[in-house]
Structures are given as C-alpha cells and as structure tokens.
C-alpha cells in the first residue's frame, strides 16, 4: 500500500503522512500534536504506527509541533544540518554555546544516561533559556500535560525545549531509505537555512513534494518528471496580494525568488514544463489572505487544459482546516 495523506497545509500549519509498504513517514510537524493526532484520526491514519519525521524546513508553520510529538511518539526526526541549526536556534535563541559545542554537550549526556540507568537528569542543554520564544512554542504546540506522556519525561523537556527521541542527517541531493520507503531530497528557493523538497519512493510509485518555493529552478524541474503525485505550491493571487493587507515588506518576500508561487507561476510550469503523467496533481499552500481555491483551481485546470483523463492529472486542493482524503496507489 502506498497512500499520500495531506494533513493541513497553509500558513496556519502543515503536515502530511506518506506511506509505504509498512512504513509511514511524518513530513513536517506545523500543527500541535493535539490537532495533529486528531487531523490523524480523521483520515484514519494511526498516529502511533508512524515511524519517522521528515521536515522541509524550520519555518513555524513546518515545526511548531515537531519536538512535542516526536517525544510523544518516540521516533527519529531527519532534518538537514542547518535547518536543525536553525530550528535550535529558534526555539533557544539565546544559548551561549555553539551549535557543536551544544551537540557534543547532548551526546555525552546521552551516552551517559546509557551508561548509568540511575544517574540523575542532566544539565540542561540550553544553559540559558529564552523566555519569549519558548512559551510561544509551548503554548501553540506543546500539550504535554494532556496526552499520555511519561510524567517522567516531562522535566527533561521542559529544561531542554529541543530534545528529540533521535536525531538522523541528511542532505539535498543525496537519497535515504526510511524502511520501506526512498526519499530523495532536493534544494527548493525559499527563505531558509536550507530548505527541500522531497521524491518519496515506494512500491514503484514516485510522489514528488515542493511547496515553498519562490520559483522552479532546473533543478526543481528535473525532480518533478516522471511522479505518480505531484504535490506542488499555488500560494497566491497576484492581484489579491498586491491588494491585500499585508505590509509591502512581506508582499515583497512572498513574490521574490525566494517567497512563495504564484497561482500564474504554478500554472505556467503545468502548462509549459510539467511532463502530464502525474496520475494526482495536489495544489497545496493556499493562502487564506491572498488567495481562494476557486482562482487557484481554475488557474491550474486552464494549463491542465486537454491532459485530464480517467488515469492522470486528476486536480485536488489541500485544505488549510481538515484533511485531504488520502490518496491510494
């Protein structure tokens, strides 16, 4: 079974379950793990069946989630090493340590934990810990005292706001396999320390991800051909946005390089570059300020224009407040 579950996906938070063969991998935490298991629950998927958490980038909306649901599921989390730098950072922005000097400091209290069953709860990674920051976190993402985590666990997560279950690498460019599943990551243009989009691998079935992104360079292109699923970013009306009540400021950031698609830019790369041989095209990232399903889909279904058919290109929104039905192959 392979099956392709979008969770929410907008500013507001996004998540999606991929599943192959037996495994099933978390691809971003941008909800709090109390949504995030009822969002689950809705779509029949079984949060405790999930193996692993896969994240695009360290933007609010992609991990406010991520370190209270990893430690409620114990599983690894896969970042690239900067975004991991910069999601430590953003939680903990103040920690007086470098970033290998902090990671050093949590594998000798690992391996020392291992070692000595009865030895007492470390020191704290984060010797001095941000006030502001962390009780937003916690507030919109961590609810801990509401599930059945371990009261055990909880004073360790609360001296150290970045604590993970597990911690796995990896890089643009280079595939890992995750159980039964290989997943390709490659760079995507957006205003990150090291932003990606994925190929997800299973059972002969190719599901490509990209959202975030301010436009599709050949290298995006390349990964994008030959998918059974394509998840691709239709963020924004230009006129809406232009209009909008936004500050230029951000207006700026979402139409540069480095922003967010347009409805026009997804169209054109439908109409111009895409190969039509997805059997899904999913539009995700839909901004609720800026833009409506109807401009989107209708933008996406002109450059679709004569490729639809009982076996491709059949067009789905992902919406913001609910789950998407999941998708079958």
Same mark, same amino acid.
């Given at each position: 079974?392979v099956?392709?579950t =979008?969770?929410?996906?907008?500013?507001?938070?996004?998540?999606?379950?991929?599943?192959?063969?037996?495994?099933?991998?978390l &691809?971003?935490?941008?909800?709090? !793990?109390?949504e995030? /298991?009822?969002?689950?629950? %809705?779509?029949?998927?079984?949060?405790?069946t999930?193996d692993?958490?896969? +994240?695009?980038h360290?933007?609010s909306?992609?991990?406010a989630g991520?370190?209270?649901?990893?430690?409620?599921?114990?599983?690894? &989390?896969?970042?690239?090493?900067?975004?991991?730098?910069?999601?430590v950072?953003?939680? !903990?922005p103040?920690?007086?340590?470098?970033y290998?000097?902090?990671?050093?400091?949590?594998?000798?209290?690992?391996?020392?934990?291992?070692a000595?069953?009865?030895? #007492?709860?470390?020191?704290?990674?984060? #010797?001095?810990?941000?006030?502001?920051?962390?009780?937003?976190? *916690?507030?919109?993402?961590?609810?801990d005292?509401?599930?059945?985590t371990?009261?055990?666990r909880?004073?360790?997560?609360?001296k150290?706001?970045?604590?993970? #279950?597990?911690?796995?690498?990896?890089?643009a460019?280079?595939? +890992?396999?995750?159980?039964? +599943?290989?997943?390709?990551?490659?760079t995507?243009?957006?205003?990150?320390?090291?932003?990606?989009? /994925?190929?997800?691998?299973?059972?002969?079935?190719?599901?490509? /991800?990209?959202?975030?992104?301010?436009?599709i360079?050949p290298? =995006?292109?390349?990964?994008?051909?030959?998918?059974?699923?394509?998840?691709?970013?239709?963020?924004?009306d230009?006129?809406?946005?232009?209009?909008?009540p936004?500050?230029w400021?951000?207006?700026?950031? &979402?139409?540069?390089?480095?922003?967010h698609?347009s409805?026009?830019?997804?169209?054109t790369?439908?109409?111009?570059?895409y190969?039509?041989?997805? *059997?899904?095209?999913?539009?995700?990232?839909l901004?609720?300020?800026?833009?409506?399903?109807?401009?989107a889909?209708?933008?996406?279904?002109?450059?679709?224009?004569?490729?639809?058919s009982?076996l491709?290109?059949?067009? %789905?929104?992902? #919406?913001?407040?609910e789950?998407?039905?999941?998708?079958?192959?």
């Open positions: 079974m099956r392709f =979008v969770l929410a996906s907008g500013s507001k938070g996004n998540s999606t379950v991929v599943t192959g063969g037996k495994t099933r991998i &691809v971003d935490v941008g909800l709090s !793990s109390r995030l /298991f009822r969002r689950m629950k %809705l779509a029949n998927e079984d949060p405790s999930l692993a958490i896969i +994240i695009t360290e933007h909306d992609h991990v991520l370190a209270v649901t990893a430690r409620k599921l114990g599983i690894p &989390v896969y970042f690239t090493q900067a975004t991991h730098r910069a999601w950072r953003w939680i !903990s103040r920690k007086q340590m470098t290998a000097q902090w990671i050093e400091q949590c594998r000798q209290q690992a391996a020392a934990r291992m000595e069953a009865d030895a #007492p709860i470390p020191e704290d990674c984060d #010797p001095e810990e941000s006030s502001e920051t962390v009780s937003e976190l *916690a507030a919109s993402a961590d609810d005292s509401s599930d059945a371990p009261k055990k909880k004073p360790a997560a609360e150290d706001p970045t604590a993970l #279950p597990a911690l796995q690498y990896f890089e460019g280079k595939p +890992i396999q995750i159980g039964d +599943i290989c997943v390709s990551p490659f995507i243009p957006h205003d990150a320390a090291d932003p990606v989009g /994925f190929v997800f691998q299973a059972e002969g079935v190719r599901m490509a /991800f990209a959202t975030d992104l301010g436009y360079p290298n =995006v292109k390349a990964q994008l051909k030959s998918v059974d699923l394509l998840y691709i970013e239709s963020n924004h230009l006129e809406m946005l232009r209009d909008g936004y500050p400021s951000v207006k700026q950031r &979402v139409l540069s390089r480095v922003g698609l409805n026009d830019a997804c169209a790369y439908l109409e111009s570059e190969d039509g041989q997805a *059997a899904y095209v999913v539009l995700g990232h901004s609720e300020s800026n833009n409506l399903p109807e401009l889909r209708i933008a996406a279904e002109r450059a679709l224009n004569g490729r639809a009982l491709a290109n059949r067009l %789905l929104l992902a #919406p913001q407040h789950p998407l039905a999941a998708i079958s192959f």
